[in-house]
């Protein structure tokens, strides 16, 4: 996280870049290795490192298949639930739901749905689900509030070195803080069972 001194500076940065909230780049982006943190990991590490609510759900309830419709990313329903390695996801329609079962790695937002600007850094900040940008056919997700728009600064950065080095800068922030989820699991879970 930011030290306390830096945060009236981040917010002043965050506020002044003035930038279009939302618009879909299709570029030839190296595949976000770090993207969804859906390889080897357990469920219940997943879920500590994934943006959830209390519950679980991710996204806030918005369907990860919506935001690839004409009119955008529309709220999921509870009938329309699926919990996928740990982590629960709500739908529009049974047809998303389908869509996502049949390759959620597709779906899945990157960096467990933390924002991506954060991520750079090595922070884990929530999003507002509806601040995202989708960038070879990923849905990247954006902080949005009181501190400003950390879209505008990604968009700046994409503008400025190309949304490849832009993602390969936040995949390497992810790598990092799935390690340190890693190593904190596996020492929680070294204390649980005393190996």
Partial sequence: MLPSVLLPITAIALAVLPVPSVFVVQE??????????????????????FNLDENGLALGGYDPVSYFDKSGPKEGKPAFSLVYRGVTYR?????NKRKFESDPVKWEPPYGGWCAWAV????????DPLNYEIIDGKVYLFYKGWLGNAKKKWDAKVTAETAPKTVAQADSGWKKLAKADRDAYDAEQKKKTGK
Avoid: C, N, Q, W
Wanted: glycine content about 2%.
């Fill in 91 to 95: 739908f529009v329609s049974e047809e």
């Fill in 28 to 49: 030839s982006a190296p595949p976000a290795t770090a993207a969804a943190a859906t390889d080897d990991i357990p469920d219940a590490l997943r879920r500590s490192s």
């Fill in 120 to 127: 750079i850094d090595g922070d884990k900040v929530a999003i």
